[in-house]
Nanobody
């Protein structure tokens, strides 16, 4: 089960931190990610963190690279997305997603790679 929190309204250039509380995942071999869906658009990949038991791999879409940062607090079973330098085009419903097991590079950006999804949290960036 995944439960997101931390969305809200922020001005352009501001920051937000989203959290995703995860239960039922091992956090040894895993893939966890964030997707977003803006009004009238398809859901798109934002960021992912994946590990096969070793140091994690961090993945970002080109549109958020350098502004968004994904992390996991293993002891808290929580994934976070720190969003800086927010733009109006970042406005969307943000979803966390997860699976046990390591997703290969060809699949982590695809919705089908994930078995569980959160309910979504709204992020609105005002200009």
């Amino acid at each position: 089960q995944l439960v997101e929190s931390g969305g809200g309204l922020v001005q352009v250039g501001g920051s937000l931190r989203l959290s995703c509380a995860a239960s039922g995942f091992t956090f040894t071999s895993y893939t966890m990610g964030w997707f977003r869906q803006a009004p009238g658009k398809e859901r798109e990949f934002v960021a992912a963190i994946r590990s096969d038991g070793g140091p994690p791999f961090y993945e970002y879409s080109d549109s958020v690279k350098g502004r968004f940062f994904i992390s996991i607090a293993n002891t808290k079973n929580t994934m976070e997305l720190r969003m800086n330098g927010l733009k109006p085009e970042d406005t969307a419903v943000y979803y966390c997603a997860a699976r046990n097991g390591f997703a290969w590079a060809s699949s982590f950006a695809s919705e089908g790679a994930y078995s569980d999804w959160g309910q979504g949290t709204q992020v609105t960036v005002s200009s």
